[in-house]
């Protein structure tokens, strides 16, 4: 089963930034960018955008969604 507070957590470490500072940056508290990375909480559509922003990529990339 795919988890995105996986994902989430291994692009942020991959890009060497912080909760923080992630936060920051998207304008999310760095609690609701752990929460998400321990899979307490799942992204609204709006947080998905956000932080398919941040790292500069689709939606798709982000959740790795392949086409079939």
């Known amino acids: 089963m ?3 507070s996986k994902r989430l957590k ?3 470490e991959k890009e060497g930034v912080t ?3 992630m936060a ?3 304008g999310m508290s760095a ?3 752990a929460n998400l990375e321990n899979g307490y909480s ?3 559509f709006d947080v998905l955008i956000d932080i398919a ?3 500069e990529m689709s939606l ?3 959740v790795e969604r392949e086409r079939r």
């Open 2 to 4: 795919y988890q995105f």
């Open 10 to 12: 291994s692009l942020r």
């Open 19 to 21: 909760q923080r500072q």
């Open 24 to 26: 920051k940056h998207t």
């Open 31 to 33: 609690g609701t960018i």
């Open 42 to 44: 799942k992204p609204s």
């Open 53 to 55: 922003d941040y790292f």
């Open 60 to 62: 798709d990339d982000l």
